[in-house]
């Protein structure tokens, strides 16, 4: 769990059969970014980072570390 400069609240979560990143938006909503790689689903997400250019730092139990940038992509 980490918070970006604009306040927003990011945390792992498993969402289905799949494992996510997701994102408390200022406006109340969440907003969900599956893990990239589709090759090993069954990897959780260990820690996040945010960084001062508001890229989330991913940290995985099976790949290592995954950067997803402010435009949401990895």
Known sequence: M???SLGQLWVG???FKNNA????TKN????V???A???SPN????????????????GRSDLGLELLTPQGTW
Do not use: C, H, M
């Open 28 to 31: 109340g909503t969440w907003k």
């Open 21 to 24: 990143v997701a994102v408390l």
């Open 2 to 4: 980490a918070f970006d």
């Open 37 to 39: 790689d589709f090759k």
């Open 33 to 35: 970014y599956p893990l």
């Open 43 to 58: 990897g959780q997400v260990e820690s996040l980072v945010i960084d001062r250019d508001n890229r989330v730092w991913v």
């Open 13 to 15: 979560v498993k969402r």
